[in-house]
């Protein structure tokens, strides 16, 4: 296989894969992993205790069943990403099957509560007998070495296991501290039983939180054997129940989408599979069912409900031509949908896949901690023996050998580095789920470190600060004059025409006075607007140089709002009929009513917002002085927004950029920390390091008030992680810790940093 590896690195092209990694117990061991994968030339991975996954970079020529032997070569399990399976009806209870390492997850979690009930049950007359003289009847230490020799064994058995491949491939983790801990712990009980005078009707002897100075052969640990077995299975229990709810999101994102689907054949609905849906097929979406996939409306009008994509909770009109996101819940009118996306291409499923990617990622502090957690097993032993040693060698005779042997079992118990493995993958988890949802997927977590340091935030205006389509912004009508009348004769002929500014109009005017009348006798003026009969009154709407060719003048009033309009960057429209100018109309590309308050949210966290757009100066102003920018880079060539930020970035500023266009991707890629709005193209959301699935600005502050709480919750972690190993252990080594009380701190420290990770699901 070493042959094949080899002749396969010169490839140039690469593959990559993502393997199931089973075995994994601490951060040992997916550090173990990943240097042996990283030793193969030309394989980049990083594996992730977490998530148990092993995301794998690899030459084209290499085959992944070869990555998977060299995981099995090193003492664990690993499994290639299964086919995606036909989804069929769900069960009787309404959940979808469950899959391969669904079911293999539920089966450890299974035996892990039998082992740590046995524990539980048996260890605690066992401690409780320990620490209090009074329960210590006749001959209680043999009462004991029975309720003890389960937990030590069955109850013990993973670690013993796991410790024993460890050592058949010459390697370390924590499982070997424990198993040697409690074995140490048990072999002392069982000498000094059979052996020494531990055994003797009637020994009683006390319990200290520190290591008691006593005759060695009088001396058991039943108790510590028994309580840190108990206690280290508590811990991996609860770190894996926390570790479950914490991918929860992830999860509740992937089986969000319909299960099945009514698709229109030879025009008679049929319900199928959700996986035999093809793109081009038209399908039937009822209220209250979900959207099958992405596709585009047909037939019918509605309002879509995607609060579970984009935590916006105001549904969207959808009509004929609108596009719809699969998983949204249709509220009320029937829709018949083109299907235009299916299967891992809709935007639920790139949405789950960009999660998962990024809970797989390290932060430059996880890859000190693994750094660290590599070389600590070995150490923590030899500071074992060293301890072992020392107090050989400083105790008295008769105390000497007990006190020894309980101060190294001591640092083997506390000195587990499970905590360092766990801080940044659960807050990862727990983020980057929270994130999604809330219409938020962070790419990774070089993103989560970007926004610590953003102090400039960049707004491309069009799709972003405003709405991306032109609106009509305001009417001035003459004296006498109706405005619905005005907007209803020049939307009337306005309907004709395919100008966006058009459109603009003709859409207001449907939408304030109801079915516009027919025209007669269209003609576009090329350049100057429109003209035409609309209920017996001859119109004309566009420029003022075409009213005045047919002696139609605008009054002062009128003029005065033209120039005010045009003042503030809009687009005016003169509207005339039957011989007089008798409007003015205000079209705009609107800003969106929720920018202002994204742009005050913004500088509350600091950060200065800079309006950038290929707009000229005055249109930039006016949407810039609307939503409170007072920085603006106007007239800005599309190839030149690149350049736009890295003068930002030369000035010294920490540059973060929110867009949505193709033509903003290069300048996102080029930003410290690119934001993408999702109503965007598809280029601009690749370029992103967060997304933001809906279009709304405000958005962005909250995604980056998430990051920088995530990276927060990640750093705490590590604090307590490495202060916790570099208090105890000095303890441990002197003395002061009970080799039962080290177990219940280290299963604590686990426990502690799964659960302050937990405090990020309910971040708002």
């Keep these: 296989m070493a042959e094949t590896l080899e002749a396969a690195a010169g490839s140039g092209a690469r593959n990559d894969v993502e393997l199931a990694i089973g075995g994994m117990t601490c951060a040992s061991c997916a550090s173990r992993i990943e240097r042996k994968l990283n030793k193969l030339d030309g394989v980049t991975a990083t594996v992730n205790y977490a998530t148990e996954k092993a995301k794998v970079s690899f030459p084209a020529d290499y085959a992944p069943a070869d990555l998977v032997a060299v995981v099995e070569a090193a003492g664990y399990t690993a499994a290639l990403p299964e086919p995606p399976a036909p989804v069929g009806p769900a069960s009787a209870d309404g959940e979808p099957p469950k899959s391969a390492a669904e079911l293999e997850d539920e089966r ?109 052969s009088g001396s058991i640990y039943l108790e510590a054997a028994s309580g840190v077995t108990a206690f280290i299975l508590a811990g991996r229990y609860f770190e894996h129940k926390a570790k479950r709810r914490s991918g929860a999101a992830l999860r509740a994102l ?27 097929d038209l399908f039937v979406v009822r209220p209250g069912e979900k959207v099958a996939t992405d596709g585009v409306v047909e037939q019918g009008r509605s309002a879509v409900d995607a609060s579970m994509l ?34 891992a291409d809709t935007q639920l499923s790139r949405m789950a896949k960009l999660v998962e990617e990024a809970q797989n990622g390290k932060a430059a502090a996880q890859r000190l901690a693994d750094k660290i957690s590599a070389v600590f097993v070995p150490t923590v032993i030899l500071l074992s023996l060293a301890t072992l040693a020392f107090w050989l060698l400083v105790g008295s005779q008769e105390a000497g050998v007990a006190t020894a042997f309980a101060a190294a079992v001591s640092v083997l118990i506390i000195a587990c580095p499970c905590a360092l493995g766990l801080a940044t993958p659960t807050a990862l988890m727990v983020g980057t789920g929270r994130g999604a949802q809330l219409g938020i997927l962070i790419k990774g977590p070089e993103a989560l470190e970007n926004t610590r340091r953003v102090d400039t935030i960049v707004l491309d205006k069009t799709g972003t600060v405003t709405t991306g389509s032109m609106a009509l912004v305001g009417i001035t009508v003459a004296e006498g004059e109706s405005e619905d009348e005005a907007l209803r004769l020049a939307g009337a002929l306005e309907q004709a025409s395919e100008h966006p500014i ?40 566009g420029r003022e140089k075409l009213l005045a060719e047919w002696a139609q003048h605008l009054s002062p009033e009128l003029a005065a709002a033209k120039a005010g309009a045009e003042a503030a960057g809009r687009t005016a429209i003169a509207v005339g009929w039957d011989g007089r100018a008798r409007a003015v109309l205000a079209v705009a590309d609107a800003v969106k009513p929720t920018s202002a308050e994204a742009v005050r949210e913004l500088r509350a966290l600091g950060l200065t917002p800079v309006l950038l757009t290929g707009d000229n100066e005055t249109v930039a102003r006016a949407v810039a002085a609307e939503v409170g920018i007072e920085e603006v880079l106007a007239e800005v060539l599309p190839l030149g927004k690149v350049e736009a930020v890295r003068r930002l970035q030369a000035e010294g500023r920490v540059v973060a950029m929110a867009g949505d266009g193709v033509n903003d991707a290069a300048a996102l890629a080029q930003a410290d920390l690119g934001l993408a709005l999702g109503t965007g193209t598809d280029a601009a959301i690749e370029a992103g390091d967060l997304t933001l699935v809906g279009g709304d600005l405000r958005t962005a502050a909250t995604a980056i008030r998430l990051s920088r709480r995530t990276l927060a919750i990640i750093k705490g972690n590590l604090f307590w992680a490495f202060g916790y190993n570099v208090a105890a252990l000095p303890l441990a080594a002197a003395g002061l810790l009970n080799p039962m009380i080290a177990g219940a701190a280290m299963a604590f420290s686990s426990v502690f940093v799964v659960s302050n990770s937990l405090r990020l699901r309910r971040f708002h």
């Design 108 to 216: 450890r979690a299974v035996s892990l509560r039998q082992r740590l009930t046995t524990a539980v049950v048996l260890s605690v007359p066992v401690v409780l007998m320990a620490m209090i003289p009074a329960l210590q009847f006749r001959n209680w230490q043999w009462a004991s070495l029975t309720l003890s020799a389960p937990v030590v064994t069955y109850a013990a058995w993973p670690f013993h296991k796991a410790a024993w491949t460890n050592l058949r491939h010459r390697a370390a983790t924590m499982d070997t501290l424990v198993s040697v801990g409690v074995s140490a712990a048990f072999l002392w009980s069982l000498w000094a039983l059979f052996f020494g005078d531990a055994g003797m009707p009637g020994m009683k002897h006390g319990f200290d939180f520190a290591v008691s100075r006593t005759d060695g």
């Design 254 to 280: 992937m089986t969000l989408g319909a299960k099945d689907v009514a698709v229109l054949r030879g025009g008679a609905e049929v319900r199928i599979p959700i996986g035999e849906l093809a793109v081009g």
């Design 310 to 343: 984009t935590g916006e909770s105001v549904p969207v009109d959808v009509a004929p031509g609108a596009a719809v996101t699969g998983a949204t819940v249709n509220t009320s009118g029937r829709l018949v949908v083109r299907a235009t996306r299916v299967g």
């Design 502 to 541: 058009a459109k603009a109009v003709a859409a207001a005017a449907a939408e304030r006075t109801g079915a516009l009348p027919a025209v007669e006798g269209f003609e576009n003026v090329e350049g100057l607007g429109v003209q035409g009969v609309v209920d017996g009154h001859a119109v004309v709407v």
